[in-house]
Nanobody, 120 residues
Framework: QVQLVESGGGLVQPGGSLRLSCATSGFTFYTYTMTWYRQAPGKERELVASISTAGSSTNYADSVKGRFTISRDNAKNTVYLQMNSLRSNDTAVYYC?????????????WGQGTQVTVSS
């Protein structure tokens, strides 16, 4: 059974930091590209950051470059998102996403999301 479980969300003041984690099981984590998405109220889900299978390549939305860092620990089947200098417009539900191959078929999995609220 595939599971992606996000944690680390919460309420933080502007300028603060949070570290999100996504613990996974049920698939070969180290062969999957991992991505964090977010969705704010009334807005479409957007890509925040992605990381390649070995962690050697990362990609960020312009809005978070220089503030957020994505990383992964393939030994722990976990991906992280370190978020610094948080702003009110970072408020959203953050989702973990895995994309890879199962046999010859492309598959993708989503976590249930974790709420991040940036407010004073």
């Amino acid at each position: 059974q595939v599971q992606l479980v996000e944690s680390g969300g919460g309420l933080v003041q502007p300028g603060g930091s949070l570290r999100l984690s996504c613990a996974t099981s049920g698939f070969t984590f180290y062969t999957y590209t991992m991505t964090w998405y977010r969705q704010a109220p009334g807005k479409e889900r957007e890509l925040v950051a992605s990381i390649s299978t070995a962690g050697s390549s990362t990609n960020y939305a312009d809005s978070v470059k220089g503030r957020f860092t994505i990383s992964r620990d393939n030994a722990k089947n976990t991906v992280y998102l370190q978020m610094n200098s948080l702003r009110s417009n970072d408020t959203a539900v953050y989702y973990c996403h895995a994309a890879g191959l199962k046999g010859l078929r492309s598959v993708a999995y989503w976590g249930q999301g974790t709420q991040v609220t940036v407010s004073s």
